[in-house]
């Protein structure tokens, strides 16, 4: 609107310098007995100057307005876009009730069979199959959830032994590389030894949580899926 109000304004100026200009040109032709050096400081004597001199000014006002407009239907478009962006969070907003919405849920093969590790230092582990990812701060290439809401979280991983006569299993939840809680299984003559944990944390916006396998240690899993990551938000903070 305010695009408009300035063409609108600069084509009222357009007409006010014409009229000055043809007004100094009449009055330059009927003053004849006036002061003749004061005439030509108010107006060109020449008319085919003021002539010129009109055609440049309506040349680069017509120039102006061409831009205004160009302007303005740059401005209709952003106005388009920023309505249909609006129009977008609404439908959002009312699908979910004005909550944020975060849940995810991964295993760690996607196909296979086989053990994970051992490895000389503790690594996140990559639950490559994901089942679920709403509001996809799961990365199934690191294996690591990021906090994009600040909040109340919960977190469930579950773990399958090595297979081994002797097992040698130990995994960690980690939030921003310090350890939270574990499965393990290292002792006894029993295998396919499974175990699960969880917890409910609070996160900032940027913290991260990730399922570490311990050094020199290694975990079974395959198409039956024994070895999980799972995680939603109960309430924003």
């Not at 991983?157 to 574990?182: A, E, H, I, W, Y």
């Not at 499974?194 to 913290?207: H, R």
Request: glycine share 10%.
């Amino acid at each position: 609107m305010m695009l408009q109000e300035r063409l609108q304004k600069a084509l009222r100026m357009k007409g006010i310098a014409v009229f000055l200009l043809a007004l100094c040109c009449c009055l330059s032709g009927t003053q004849g007995q006036g002061d003749h050096e004061d005439q030509k400081a108010c107006c060109p004597s020449d008319t085919g100057s003021l002539m010129k001199e009109l055609i440049s000014i309506g040349e680069k006002l017509g120039a102006m307005g061409e831009k205004l407009g160009t302007m303005g239907d740059n401005l209709r478009l952003m106005e388009t876009r920023l309505q249909t962006s609006e129009n977008e969070v609404e439908e959002l907003k009312r699908l979910t009730g004005g909550r944020p919405q975060v849940a995810f849920s991964a295993t760690l093969r996607e196909t296979g069979h086989g053990n994970t590790g051992p490895f000389t230092t503790p690594i996140p582990l990559q639950y490559k199959k994901v089942f679920s990812n709403t509001g996809s701060s799961y990365n199934p290439a690191t294996g690591i959830f990021t906090a994009t809401v600040k909040g109340m979280y919960y977190f469930r991983f579950t773990m399958m032994n090595n297979q081994n006569d002797t097992p040698n299993s130990v995994v960690r939840l980690t939030k921003n590389g310090q350890g939270l809680v574990s499965v393990w299984d290292t002792v006894g003559t029993d295998a396919q030894d499974s175990g699960s944990n969880a917890v409910v944390i609070p996160l900032e916006v940027g913290d991260n949580v990730y399922v570490e396998l311990q050094a020199n240690r290694l975990v079974y899993d395959d198409g039956m899926n024994y070895n999980t990551f799972s995680g939603f938000l109960l309430f924003t903070m």
